[in-house]
């Protein structure tokens, strides 16, 4: 009896230790699996482990000659890890956006790793275009212009009007991704007339492109504006950053008018920025007709000649995003006869502001700069055109 217990015994426990193995399993892990490199970063890193019970063997392999890591491959216990780092070679590659990655493979299961890199060895001349305004209120005007590219920038900037002064130094270099703001300054003296507009450019050349700032004279009486999207109520920062799953307000703001007592535009939600759900407006006039998705018109109660935080529009942020460098303009009102955005001014004359363009989720490649950010003039149109879904 006792040797019949012992070899039942000695059976079930080699059932249990045989079912006990048969349900340990390796489970590979990683994490991130998305690289975004700008023109000048070449290493970052993931990690990979075992997320099962059971021994790991991976092996990654990429799918381009510039895009490696190490290590490539190994053998992991339960909960072993290792870094696994990435390294660029740009040597030879036109500039442009280059997209690659890694498939890694193991026995607890596969996965891939996706890497976009810019590649940028020429200089890029990045600003100085859009619309400038001066006038006897405001008599000066700066354009911000930056390098994008790994090579040295070239830049030289020149006036054909009179009034135009652009204040030294009017040329220079720039290396990669320094800024260099210009000013312009109002030289009344030399306007044909303080009575009407004028209109005037200053034109940057360089080594990596060319920009042309327009630059309008209006009267006191007709300075409308700008109303541009920021990420503060002072209207200082058009970078607007939305990564992480939060309430995210951002800012319509009157900036740059010599007198205004209302407005009217539109500032929807743009298509790329596919993370946020958008919730309500908010702003502190009695006068509030319609929303910034469709259509708005805001009366100030006043004559206004300083930064006015016209509106607030509050956004819910659901993931991380999944597009970078988004522009989010201030438009015309859809529903306006005039196609524009309109500004009455302190002496009750409709006249047409401007719509500045934020930056949504910015990077190395696409930050927004202030003040000439957006000195454009726009129609509904044509940036309507431009900013709906493909």
């Not at 870094?83 to 997209?99: E, F, H, N, P, Q």
């Not at 507009?197 to 940057?204: R, S, T």
């Not at 050349?205 to 999207?229: D, E, K, W, Y």
Request: glycine share 8%; net charge negative.
């Amino acid at each position: 009896m006792k040797i019949f217990l012992t070899v039942v015994t000695v059976a079930l426990l080699t059932t249990v230790v045989r079912m006990s193995s048969a349900g340990a399993a390796p489970h590979l892990a990683l994490f991130p699996s998305t690289f975004e490199f700008s023109a000048v970063d070449t290493t970052d890193y993931f990690r990979v482990w075992n997320d099962g019970d059971a021994p790991l063997v991976w092996n990654l392999t990429s799918n381009q000659s510039w895009l490696s890591a190490v290590p490539s491959s190994g053998n992991f216990a339960p909960g072993e890890f290792v870094k696994a780092w990435i390294s660029l070679d740009r040597t030879g590659l036109t500039d442009g956006t280059c997209s690659g990655e890694f498939a890694v493979t193991s026995n607890g299961g596969n996965t891939t790793v996706y890497v976009t890199m810019i590649v940028q060895n020429a200089p890029k001349l990045s600003g100085g275009d859009g619309l400038a305004s001066l006038s006897a209120g405001r008599t000066y005007y700066d354009i911000s212009i930056r390098n994008l590219g790994i090579s040295p920038l070239e830049w030289n900037a020149v006036s054909d009007a009179p009034w135009i002064d652009i204040v030294p130094p009017t040329s220079g270099s720039l290396s990669y991704m320094e800024r260099r703001t210009v000013r312009i300054n109002l030289d009344a003296g030399a306007l044909p007339s303080q009575d009407e507009e004028q209109i005037g450019h200053v034109m940057f050349g360089s080594n990596g492109g060319s920009a042309v700032t327009t630059v309008r004279f209006l009267p006191v009486s007709q300075s409308p504006g700008m109303l541009g999207i920021y990420s503060d109520a002072m209207g200082t920062d058009c970078n607007i950053v939305a990564t992480t799953p939060s309430l995210k307000p951002v800012y319509v703001v009157h900036t740059r008018t010599d007198g205004a007592t209302a407005c009217q535009f539109s500032a929807p939600k743009p298509a790329c920025w596919t993370n946020a759900v958008y919730l309500s407006d908010t702003n502190a006039f009695a006068v509030n007709v319609g929303n910034s998705q469709t259509g708005a018109a805001v009366g100030y109660g006043t004559c206004r000649t300083d930064v006015t935080n016209v509106m607030t529009i509050s956004y819910f942020i659901q993931t991380a995003p999944t597009q970078f460098c988004c522009p989010y303009p201030v438009l015309p009102d859809p529903n306006s006869p005039s196609g524009r955005i309109d500004i009455v001014d302190c002496g009750s004359n409709l006249v047409y502001g401007w719509g500045a363009t934020a930056i949504v989720n910015p990077n190395a490649t696409c930050m927004c700069s202030l003040p000439s950010v957006a000195a454009e003039e726009t129609t509904w149109g044509r940036v309507k055109a431009l900013y709906a879904p493909k």
